[in-house]
Each structure stands twice: as structure tokens, then as C-alpha cells.
């Protein structure tokens, strides 16, 4: 693989089910972001982790969690999810956070109903 | 709060130049960012501004005045591959990115 991978590609979930977002980088970056992008409104920080075993919380928090097991992984997890959750999430990573510039992952684009 | 307004739709025709304008309002500044995302696409980056200036690269320009909190992307010589939305950010005190809703190019022949 290059750069970053994301799966699945596209989901349908039910409310109330849990749903973990893969995301890989090979590119060996200290830094990864999720990110979630909704009609009318800007990309929106939901986590991110500036190095392995290190997480952050961003902008909209509440209702994800993440994990930073080693330095390629970064998934976020929806614990319960509801409808407000249905968007396209970007991961990204860059070599540092205070890199100038973050490489995307292709999105996932999830509806809850 | 933080925020960041971009022109929601420009329109533009093949061949002509066009300018971008973004505004910003943030808890600090470490720099400014501008990203290309095509429809269904991921973002990817077009540039990015610290100091005041002009940077240019290609076909593609952007300009930054902290005092003033603006920056614009100017893009000439418009292709049709050019149809996008342009995506501003700034890196705020905490290193996070602040994103602009973003300006959707609409390129006519």
C-alpha cells in the first residue's frame, strides 16, 4: 500500500450498533487525525494523536473514541451509534503536527438510520 | 470562537483567472492552508502560508496578511480540471486545523 487506507468504503448501520473506521498509513508519520465532513460545514477535528500512545480530543469529540496502538493504525470507533453521526470521515496523518501539510485517506461515507 | 468564511460558489470561465477569498477569526495562528477536493474526492493540498506574502506555485498563488486575517488563491489560466471546491484552514494555537465550509469553482467553457 501507499499513503493512506480507509475501509470499509461505504457503510449502512443501524442506530445503537457499534462501528469501528479502519484507517493505515505506510508512511510512517508521527501524527493522524479523524476527521468528519458535513454539507455546508467545514472539515471538523474529531480526534487526533500526535504519536504512538498518544490521543487527543478535537473539536466534536463526544460519541468517537480512538486508539494509537502502534504507528500505522489509527481507528475510530462508534461506541452507539446515532443519525446525527452520518457524514464522510477523512483520516490523515502527516509527519508531525506541526507539518505543513496532511495527507488524506479516500473517506468513509457512513449512514446511520 | 474561531471561525473561518470562505464565498460559499464562484463562477468562472475557462481560461480566465480567478480569485479566492478567505477570512479568519482563531485562537493563535501557525499558519494557513489551502486544500483542492474534487466531488467525492479527499482533499489534497494546494499551499500553504506563514509569513505575509505571496507564495507561488505553477498556475497557483496565495497570499496571506496576518493583520489583516485574509489570504486568497488566486488560480490562472483556468482549466476545466480546475472545477473543485477550495478548502481554506488555519493551524491554531493548538495545532489543529480550523476548515473553512469550502468554495465550490463551477469552470464554463
Known amino acids: 500500500i501507499a499513503g493512506i487506507t480507509q475501509a470499509p468504503t461505504s457503510q449502512i448501520l443501524a442506530a445503537g450498533r457499534r462501528m469501528t473506521l479502519r484507517c493505515t498509513q505506510d508512511m510512517r508519520h508521527n501524527a493522524m487525525y479523524w476527521y468528519r465532513q458535513d454539507l455546508g460545514l467545514g472539515l471538523r477535528l474529531i480526534h487526533y494523536s500526535n504519536t504512538a500512545g498518544t490521543t487527543g480530543k478535537g473539536e466534536v469529540p463526544d460519541g468517537y473514541s480512538v486508539s494509537r496502538a502502534n504507528t500505522d493504525d489509527f481507528p475510530l470507533t462508534l461506541a452507539s451509534a446515532v443519525p446525527s453521526q452520518t457524514s464522510v470521515y477523512f483520516c490523515a496523518s502527516s509527519p508531525g503536527l506541526e507539518s505543513n501539510e496532511q495527507f488524506f485517506g479516500p473517506g468513509t461515507r457512513l449512514t446511520v438510520l | 470562537g474561531q471561525n473561518i468564511d470562505q464565498p460559499t460558489e464562484m463562477t468562472a470561465t475557462e481560461g480566465a483567472i480567478v480569485q479566492i477569498n478567505c477570512t479568519y477569526q482563531t485562537s493563535g495562528f501557525n499558519g494557513l492552508f489551502w486544500y483542492q477536493q474534487h466531488a467525492g474526492e479527499a482533499p489534497t493540498f494546494l499551499s500553504y502560508?506563514?509569513l505575509d506574502g505571496l507564495e507561488e506555485k505553477g498556475r497557483f498563488s496565495s497570499f496571506l496578511s496576518r493583520s489583516k486575517g485574509y489570504s486568497y488563491l488566486l488560480l490562472k489560466e483556468l482549466q476545466m480540471k480546475d472545477s473543485a471546491s477550495y478548502l481554506c484552514?488555519?493551524?491554531?494555537?493548538?495545532?489543529?486545523?480550523?476548515w473553512g465550509a469550502g468554495t465550490k469553482l463551477i469552470i464554463k467553457p
Open positions: 484552514a488555519v493551524r491554531d494555537g493548538n495545532y489543529q486545523l480550523i
Open positions: 502560508n506563514v
